[in-house]
């Protein structure tokens, strides 16, 4: 597609539901990032996927925080049970994919706005 | 571990002034940075990227920045600020310690314009 693709745009739910929340890449791009961004913390990095496999899960802030990614595309991002503090916009990346150098560009989508009431 | 560090959560400027968004790292190995710009309610966009080729680099809607090893700064710039300038900036070092290619994100610098 011509860029990264977020959805929900936004997503209301009450606390202890669970939300998913799903992320369209750059066609082509191998490499998939989630960050979240929230008032308190700023920018956080969640979870790298290179392919379908995750190599660098060390952001996700519990075990109610999980993705997955399938056919090496669209990646979902679930979080159970939901509490106030995971209010935050959920933001995906996208990069080629061609190396762990760093030296490759993330484009972002719009993200997701998530609001746990 | 590598950090990025952005001074003033705030700036506000005049329209025609000179833009200075200041960025100082910490880092084991030499760095990739980048700058980022946030329009309201929207994603994140490339400004520019640092990665050890030219030290001073050029990016898109006039900004630039240095690269400077002595100072640990990257700090962007732009000559004359517009009021579409207004946004929020954010600097990151991208992380480079085994299979990773996470970006390190600093906490943000808001930019005003006013006319």
């Known amino acids: 597609g011509a860029g990264v693709s977020q959805s929900p745009s936004n997503k209301v739910t009450e606390k202890g539901k669970d939300v998913e929340l799903r992320c369209d890449p750059i066609s082509g791009h191998t490499a998939l990032y989630w960050y979240r961004q929230s008032l308190g913390q700023g920018l956080e990095f969640l979870i790298y996927?290179?392919?379908?496999?995750?190599?660098?899960k060390s952001g996700l802030p519990s075990d109610r925080f999980s993705a997955e990614r399938t056919g090496g595309s669209v990646s979902t991002l679930t979080i159970q049970r939901t509490q106030q503090e995971d209010s935050a916009v959920y933001l995906c990346?996208?990069?080629?994919?061609?190396?762990?150098?760093?030296?490759?560009?993330?484009?972002f989508g719009p993200g997701t706005r998530l609001l746990v009431l | 571990a590598q950090s990025v560090t952005q001074l003033g959560s705030h700036v506000s400027v005049s329209e025609g002034a000179l833009v200075l968004l200041r960025c100082n790292y910490s880092?084991?190995?030499?760095?990739?940075l980048f700058w980022y710009v946030q329009y309201p309610n929207q994603g994140l966009q490339l400004l520019l990227k640092y990665t050890s080729a030219a030290t001073l680099v050029k990016g898109i809607n006039g900004f630039e920045a240095e690269f400077k090893k002595s100072e640990t700064s990257f700090h962007l710039t732009k000559p004359s600020a517009h009021m579409s300038d207004a946004a929020e900036y954010f600097c990151?070092?991208?992380?480079?310690?085994?299979?990773?290619?996470?970006?390190?994100f600093g906490t943000g610098t808001l930019l005003a314009v006013q006319p």
């Open positions: 880092s084991s190995v030499p760095p990739y």
């Open positions: 990346a996208s990069s080629r994919g061609t190396g762990t150098s760093g030296v490759e560009t993330q484009y």
């Open positions: 996927f290179q392919g379908n496999s995750a190599p660098d």
């Open positions: 990151a070092v991208s992380e480079r310690r085994g299979a990773t290619n996470k970006l390190i």
